[in-house]
């Protein structure tokens, strides 16, 4: 009779298997990337690794909703500061710091999603993705709303929205060219005044 396998066993397992997968694409991309790969990466038979996720599709999407768990976290912690908006403004001041390399993994999921953009079932996919980075920038905007930080002159989902287009149009752009040639930190700068204005943020001035 083999061993019961835990719970928090599999979990390890699911973990490394994502973790190693991850690394994988970032350095085949999306679509030159096979299942093998990462078969011959962990400790595991082919079928140990099917059995907790069933194609590269699964795999890949299955490292989108984990960094659903992170983006969730993020925010919380950005809300758990004591000034909401001093904590996006240090955000975005630590994105001018980052050497000016691509993020791999950015370009991976920009391959996924023009790779899938045709295709009927994954719009509803792409929608939820997107309404869940909205509703998490909307219940951050809120909680700066109730502590009498904001005083918002748009409704917020569309402070949300405009926060997304611009936080991924910049970090997309730096896949393409470097930091300068699209003026990276004075962009910021501007995103930032244009936000402060929108949200109505409040000074103690």
Do not use: C
Not at 20 to 37: P, R, S
Not at 85 to 93: A, G, P, V
């Amino acid at each position: 009779m083999s061993p019961k396998v835990t719970e928090s066993h599999k979990e390890q397992r699911r973990r490394s298997i994502l973790d190693a997968a991850k690394e994988i694409f970032a350095i085949k991309g999306y679509e030159a990337f096979v299942m093998q790969d990462v078969i011959n990466a962990v400790d595991l038979s082919r079928g140990g690794v099917y059995s907790y996720f069933s194609s590269k599709e699964d795999l890949f999407e299955s490292l989108l909703e984990s960094m659903h768990e992170s983006f969730h976290n993020g925010i919380q912690e950005l809300a758990d500061n004591p000034s909401i908006w001093k904590s996006i403004t240090n955000e975005f001041d630590s994105f001018k710091t980052i050497e000016d390399t691509t993020d791999p993994f950015t370009a991976v999921q920009i391959e996924f999603f023009l790779i899938n953009r045709r295709i009927p079932e994954k719009s509803a996919y792409f929608k939820k993705r997107y309404q869940f980075a909205i509703d998490q920038f909307v219940w951050l905007f809120e909680q700066g709303v109730q502590r009498g930080e904001f005083n918002p002159k748009y409704p917020l989902e569309t402070i949300a929205r405009y926060y997304i287009t611009f936080n991924d149009g910049i970090h997309i752009s730096t896949v393409f060219v470097n930091k300068k040639d699209i003026d990276y930190d004075q962009q910021i700068d501007i995103f930032l005044s244009q936000l402060a204005n929108m949200l109505g943020v409040k000074t103690n001035e």
